[in-house]
């Protein structure tokens, strides 16, 4: 690789590629040694093309959740089963990665600053921003970028655009599907909410078990498929229709959004 090869946002892989090699290592213990990640489906990974793909997630954390992901993604290139034991996997990370995010949590400091440089495609929220509830037109650059990243590789984006549980998808998603024509994979998270703060960088509870579930990609007409169908499908993909509250109640969900609450005024940062 040149030494000052560049992505297509400008961005030197060279320095890319040492951002992620040094956060992989301080990260790799906070889902191998506090925490315990539990891994299915990463076989799956190994089989998908080299680009035009979009994972879709349930998002828990600001940046845990991603982190999960880089170390999940390149153990499982390098052929581990399911498993991200022995580091060694984050020396040679995928660069073609992204992930979609807020550009406001993003700018919100020197850390997210570096973690944006390692794939962040940065979007303005159309529904929130400082807090509040707004309501804007969406961007074309927007658009334009996550389309450029998927073009260019894998791009993970969580549909929901928030970490509070059972909330709408975001029709934008299906917009971007059925522009871009990705091969669609969903993923199912959990334990981050309980084992991290909510910006995911402080550990609030060791010994929790963490999942990711890699499910087979989507089946999706691109061409005939409603928005609403699409948007339906990636509900049920991801595990966050309505139907499935059977197995966490309202209560439940406020409980924990207070428990974490109460926690985090606690936090030390990285514990």
Known sequence: MPLFKRNPFGHHLFLKKWIIRIFGVISHGRYRKFNNLQIEGSQILRDLPDRKVLFISNHQTYFADVAAMFHVFNASLSGRENSIKNIGYIWQPKLNFYFVAAGETMRSGFLPK???????????????????????????????????????????????????????????????????????????????????????????????????????????????????DIVTKIEYAIEQHPSFLKVLSVKEIEDLKAEESALNKKRKFWS
Do not use: C
């Not at 590789?153 to 509070?164: D, I, K, N, R, S």
């Not at 995911?200 to 060791?206: D, P």
């Open 114 to 228: 570096l973690f944006a440089y390692a794939g962040s495609v940065s979007i303005d929220r159309t529904w929130r921003s400082a807090g509040k509830d707004v309501k804007r037109q969406v961007k074309n650059t927007d658009i334009s970028n996550i389309g450029k990243a998927i073009d260019d590789g894998w791009v993970v984006t969580f549909p929901q655009g928030t970490t509070t549980p059972f909330k709408p998808i975001r029709r934008g998603t299906a917009h971007i599907i059925k522009t871009y024509k990705p091969i669609v994979v969903p993923i199912v998270i959990d334990g981050f909410r309980r084992s991290f703060d909510k910006k995911g960088l402080n550990i609030k509870k060791r010994n929790v078990l963490q999942s990711m579930v890699i499910k087979e990609p989507l089946e999706i007409d691109y061409e005939n498929e409603e928005i609403a």
